[in-house]
């Protein structure tokens, strides 16, 4: 197991939404689709929870694979994407343990706060990943806690990462395109400082 949380015992456990399971897209997503014309592409999203977003994708007519640790967000995002009656494959899979597609398979790889949970040494392996999954010139769209945020009690929200601490490791396979504010908003209406990061496969 590479992270110290049991993801599955967060959703298994979950009495009520998970603070990051919104239900709706991710705007940053939606404003990525449309400047990069990812419309039909092939994607991955990495750790895609109940898969909001993954359904998303497919609605943009994307091959999309999407995947997770846990079994059952894998779960909860199949019966969505039935519901939405879409297709999606899911694949159960640490990332840090495996590839999960075969390399250059995506133009796009999505993650909204997994990279960020990694270890430093398991961002160095994600990013490794992303870049393989890649074909040439792909992008990764990653959003991440920042640590600009500041914060009553630091146990409470996403990890906090500096922007050196977010690029550090993707910068010996990508280069960097974008990097800017932005906010995770939970479903009880607030919300936690983030970093959006658009990265191109050198
Ligand atoms: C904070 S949640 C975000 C979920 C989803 N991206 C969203 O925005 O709703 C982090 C997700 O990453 C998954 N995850 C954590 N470590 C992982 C790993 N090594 N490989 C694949 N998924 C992982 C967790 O199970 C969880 O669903």
């Known amino acids: 197991m590479s992270t110290e949380i049991s993801w599955e015992d967060h959703y298994k456990n979950a009495t009520d939404r998970l603070p990051w399971d919104i239900g709706t897209p991710a705007p940053e997503l939606e404003e990525a689709f449309g400047m990069l014309k990812l419309h039909g592409k ?17 609605q943009q007519n994307c091959r999309v694979v999407a995947t997770d640790i846990s079994p059952t967000a894998i779960e909860q995002a199949k019966a969505k994407t039935a519901e939405a009656k879409v297709s999606v494959e899911y694949l159960l899979a640490d990332i840090c343990q495996a590839p999960a597609v075969k390399d250059g398979a995506v133009d ?39 640590k600009d945020e500041v914060r009553e ?5 996403p990890p906090q ?12 396979f990508f280069e960097i395109y974008k990097l800017d504010r932005a906010n995770f908003y939970l479903p009880n209406g607030t919300k936690h400082a983030a970093w959006i990061v658009l990265v191109r496969k050198r």
Not at 161 to 172: D, H, K, Q
């Open 153 to 157: 009690n630091p146990d409470v929200g």
């Open 161 to 172: 990462l500096s922007a050196v601490e977010v690029i550090e490791p993707m910068e010996r």
């Open 42 to 58: 092939p994607v991955l999203e990495i750790g895609c929870g109940t898969g909001t977003n993954a359904i998303w994708m497919a």
């Open 108 to 146: 796009f790889v999505f993650d909204r706060g997994v990279y960020h949970v990694m270890s430093p040494e398991n961002r160095q392996v994600f990013a490794k990943r992303v870049g393989e999954s890649l074909s040439a010139g792909g992008y990764w769209l990653c959003m991440a806690g920042s």
